[in-house]
């Protein structure tokens, strides 16, 4: 029962820090990166963005970035929209999430359903 309790606090805690991030900080920068499952997530969730054109953007990884907000190393992304907005952006993405596939575009960007 104790570990229980303590495994809902734990999950309590990461919600309220993902709500305190998405407050602060917009979808897919340093401080609340995309999350997605593997590197394959990641590539599955840029292939999904838009730009203001409708066209699906380029990408390519830039690299590790280090640890992000939650414990995990997270990579970026340099993304551009040839002839569009937003012209060149850095994406930055949380690969270690399970199962979670993001919904949502970040800023400057629309989405395509999974």
Same mark, same amino acid.
Do not use: H, Q, W
């Given at each position: ?6 495994? $809902?606090?734990?999950?309590?805690? &990461? +919600?309220?820090? @993902? ?8 979808? *897919? ?16 969730? $840029?292939?999904?963005?838009?730009? &203001? +054109?409708?066209? @699906? ?8 970035? *280090? ?48």
């Amino acid at each position: 029962m104790i570990k229980l309790v303590g495994l $809902l606090v734990a999950a309590l805690a &990461a +919600s309220a820090c @993902a709500t305190i991030d998405e407050a602060r900080y917009p979808l *897919g920068a340093r401080e609340n990166p995309v999350k997605s499952e593997m590197p394959s997530g990641e590539r599955a969730y $840029l292939e999904r963005l838009r730009c &203001a +054109s409708g066209k @699906a953007p380029t990408y390519s990884r830039v690299g590790s970035f *280090g640890e992000g907000p939650y414990g995990n190393i997270i990579d970026g992304y340099s993304v551009k929209c040839e002839g569009s907005e937003p012209a060149d952006t850095v994406v930055f993405m949380d690969m270690y999430f399970r199962g979670f596939v993001e919904a949502r575009a970040v800023p400057g960007f629309t989405i395509v359903s999974p």
